[in-house]
């Protein structure tokens, strides 16, 4: 008997402790979070629900591409060239959240370049964005997410 409540305690636990508590953020503290340097680390895509790929982002030897998400609204996207001794590229612009859509949009100064995401999780370390629109363009056949740390 005493088993029987230990593993129904477990279980009960177990099922409560795995909530997602991303849900419970709000969208204050969901933008909150957004600010500060986010490593790009892979790109997932998915069809049907399924993964059908995932690709590291990480260019060669460099260091990781980033999103660097200021308090004054502004960003910093850095890519490295792995053909050029890792050289970086800053593709300097703006950033907002929309907690209503839960949605990032990022806008490049130089071309108005817009990409807009969906916040699909955020925590102090990680986060993950599901594509809305890139450059204007939907995902057609696919869904693609994009995994970043801290």
């Known amino acids: 008997m005493k088993k029987i409540l230990l593993l129904t305690s477990i279980l009960c636990l177990s099922f409560t402790s795995c909530n997602n508590d991303d849900d419970s953020k ?19 895509f998915y069809k049907e629900g399924k993964l059908q790929d995932s690709k590291s982002l990480k260019s060669g030897e460099c260091e990781y591409d980033y999103y660097n998400f200021k308090e004054d609204k ?58 809305v629109s890139d450059g204007g363009e939907k995902p057609k056949e696919e869904e693609i997410y994009y995994i970043l740390e801290k």
């Open 26 to 44: 709000s969208s204050s503290e969901k933008e909150a979070l957004l600010v500060g340097k986010w490593n790009m680390i892979k790109a997932e």
């Open 74 to 131: 502004t960003k910093d996207e850095i890519y490295h060239n792995a053909n050029a001794d890792c050289a970086t590229e800053n593709d300097l612009g703006k950033w907002s959240y929309n907690g209503k859509l839960n949605q990032i949009t990022l806008i490049d100064n130089e071309d108005g370049y817009t990409f807009i995401a969906e916040v699909v999780s955020i925590n102090e370390n990680s986060a993950k964005f599901k594509v």
